[in-house]
């Protein structure tokens, strides 16, 4: 294979940014998929894109489509995920990717029987300010890793019909924007968390409205994760170790951080875009397609899920769609 052909299925408002930025060298968007044919119309003339279709299977089904982008609700992934699989295709989905553990083993077990790639679509896993920050730890800039802190809080409109606040639809502080903070604090713990807490309140559909979470791993690292879907906290990010920490604001598209010495003295790193977030993610996966080098860190994103997974469990809290 000399070029990646894509389609996208689900054509929301991340769909629309998957869209008008994608660009990736040996890589082309060809085909749209929505439940309505007239919006995949709309769609595919709007970016340029020669193929629309009005069902997600004939998409699927394109023998010309090599790669699948799937931007559907979150309970919706898993339907669409194991189509994807079944018919030769591989995958890259919006996050969460995954509602519970039995989605992600479901999945990874079809990707294996039919050969192909399942990735997440989580932009924290390829910036390349955090492969920075990473080489920087490696190399005991900050001494021994001792704590990751994460930050994430929205104000939304409580509106129990809305897809925030839907059990149905995957709502919920945590497949949301919990997600991104639980990979920002998995990417730079030095292995999976074992030890697991945590407190959360309820919205009345029955979905998250805001949690906090308490991790630590075999390497005696702490994390912790702050998440809320009715007021509003800062997207940052704590890297903290023996001899300084790294603040990183606005994290989960970061090209910018600061690290503070223990004498107080600080210093400005920078690397990547903020506006290429999606980009690196396309390219990545791309790449992964074509050369078979592995750029997906979809082991993180197994991690994460087996987070989510415990808390959902603890808060009593089950997002699973019955197909």
Request: charged share 25%; proline share 3%; hydrophobic share 40%.
């Amino acid at each position: 294979m000399e070029k990646v052909r894509w389609g996208i299925i689900g054509l929301g408002s991340i769909a629309n940014s998957f869209a008008s930025v994608f660009e990736a060298e040996n890589a082309e968007l060809i085909a749209a998929a929505s439940r309505s044919l007239q919006k995949a119309q709309e769609f595919t003339k709007k970016y340029n894109i020669p193929k629309a279709y009005g069902n997600y299977g004939a998409l699927i089904h394109d023998p010309d489509v090599d790669a699948v982008y799937i931007a559907t609700p979150n309970t919706h992934h898993i339907s669409v995920i194991k189509r994807a699989l079944e018919a030769g295709k591989h995958v890259f989905c919006e996050k969460a990717m995954f509602v519970n553990q039995k989605e992600l083993d479901e999945a990874v077990a079809l990707a294996e029987e039919n050969n192909v790639l399942l990735a997440e679509a989580m932009t924290i896993y390829h910036m390349p300010l955090y492969k920075k920050l990473k080489q920087l730890i490696e190399d005991g800039t900050l001494g021994k890793v001792k704590m990751v802190h994460a930050l994430f809080g929205s104000l939304k409109d409580p509106d129990p019909s809305n897809r925030f606040f839907s059990k149905e639809l995957g709502g919920g502080a945590l497949l949301d924007v919990g997600v991104y903070a639980l990979s920002f604090v998995r990417y730079f713990l030095s292995s999976q968390p074992h030890n697991i807490k945590t407190v959360a309140n309820m919205y009345p559909t029955g979905v998250d409205e805001q949690s906090s979470v308490l991790l630590k791993n075999k390497d005696d690292e702490i994390g912790t994760v702050s998440m809320a879907f009715r007021s509003k906290m800062p997207k940052m990010g704590l890297i903290v170790g023996e001899e300084g920490y790294i603040t990183v604001n606005d994290y989960p598209r970061a090209s910018q951080a600061i690290l503070t010495r223990p004498d107080g003295s600080t210093e400005n790193i920078s690397e990547g875009s903020a506006s290429e977030g999606l980009n690196y993610e396309i390219q990545a996966f791309t790449r992964t397609i074509l050369t078979g080098k592995d750029e997906t860190f979809f082991h993180l994103t197994k991690d994460v899920t087996q987070i989510m997974d415990t808390l959902s469990k603890e808060w009593g809290m089950d997002l699973s769609l019955d197909e």
